[in-house]
């Protein structure tokens, strides 16, 4: 049985539908990561698991138990914010402390929060003395502190700046896998995702598009969405000759690509990951229109014929701007996806 279950959860403000249908089996220990863009749903549906809000149909379960109905207060979880919320007047361990009840064993449990964390020793010192890594982890320490069921995280590393994100994030999973907590993760940022979730869910107006392991959500995007929102891509209009096969707006049929259950002659768009791709002849024609380095590779933006762009990952000086290329499908990367227009 899942520990954390989301069944068949709506939620509208007004007239304006938020959360259809959404449904998610979470396991004990394992680490959520609800990924989509502002106004995807996700930051409602951590609310609706939290008890802040009330959904219009559905319902939450923990360890089998019907938690919908229940308030914020007894449904024994934790939460940290997008902004910690932490109390500058106040110490590193009473931050930790005020979300405890009762005085036999708060120091106690004051100090294996902080421990768990790696922050012990931590007790006496102030909020403004310490860094913002530091803040973050004594936010999520006074979350634990409680002993919560599950621990829900609301773009913990949003307001951080990015050298110092990257250290906190490793921090952070570092945190979370040693308590071997059951987590939930709001992000509108992948390689937040990536990092910390054992399972990536990807919501887009309110639906949700896919769940899966990134490798899964990378490779093998169930959705278009999916394949755009996730990772770099490139999309080209087509005809589905079947069999794996499209047809390019140039005539060139490209090959190999999973069969789909599409009529031969459906529009589709065919879409590829940058390293996917290369510089090969007899492809599609075009000129290097921008360059990335990105140290033993660059990222290659070539104006196809016909006006399209497509992005090419090859060694960084496999050309340069202005120069002309034919691109076709290399021999590693994710297989290309086809979609049916629409999907």
């Given amino acids: 049985m899942p520990f954390l279950t989301l069944d068949r959860l709506d939620k509208s403000f007004g007239t304006n539908p938020v959360l259809r249908n959404l449904s998610l089996e979470i396991e004990k220990g394992e680490v959520l990561a609800l990924l989509g863009p502002s106004g995807s749903g996700k930051t409602t549906a951590l609310r609706l698991i939290a008890g802040f809000e009330s959904p219009d149909r559905g319902h939450i379960l923990v360890d089998g138990e019907d938690v919908t109905a229940l308030p914020p207060s007894k449904r024994r979880f934790g939460m940290v914010f997008q902004h910690y919320a932490l109390f500058p007047h106040l110490t590193v361990g009473e931050n ?13 449990r004051v100090s294996e929060a902080l421990a768990q964390v790696d922050l012990p020793g931590f007790e006496a010192r102030r909020v403004g003395e310490i860094s913002g890594g530091q803040q973050q982890r004594v936010a999520l320490a006074r979350a634990l502190a409680p002993e919560p069921r599950v621990l829900l995280l609301d773009e913990p590393l949003s307001n951080l700046d990015p050298t110092l994100r990257e250290r906190t994030r490793r921090e952070l999973r570092r945190a979370i896998r040693k308590v071997g907590i059951t987590t939930v993760l709001v992000t509108h940022e992948q390689e937040e995702a990536f990092h910390l979730g054992d399972r990536v869910a990807v919501l887009h107006a309110g639906i949700l598009q896919q769940v899966g392991s990134p490798e899964e959500l990378y490779e093998r995007p169930a959705t278009r969405f999916v394949a755009g929102f996730v990772g770099r891509a490139s999309a080209f209009p087509g005809k589905y000759e079947g069999d794996g096969k499209v047809r390019l707006p140039s005539g060139l049929i490209w090959s190999g690509v999973p069969a789909v259950e599409l009529g031969p002659g459906d529009a589709v768009e065919l879409v590829v990951r940058p390293e996917t791709l290369a510089f090969a002849p007899g492809g599609l024609s075009g000129r290097v229109a921008e360059r990335r380095y990105a140290g033993p590779v660059s990222y290659f933006l070539v104006s196809l014929e016909g006006g399209l762009e497509v992005e090419v990952m090859a060694p960084a000086g496999a050309a340069s701007e202005g ?3 034919s691109v076709g499908l290399g021999t590693s990367g994710p297989q290309p996806r086809i979609f049916g227009v629409g999907a």
């Avoid at 930790?96 to 106690?108: E, I, N, Q, S, W």
């Fill in 323 to 325: 120069d002309a290329v």
């Fill in 96 to 108: 930790v402390a005020f979300g405890l009840t009762g005085k036999d064993g708060m120091d106690r």
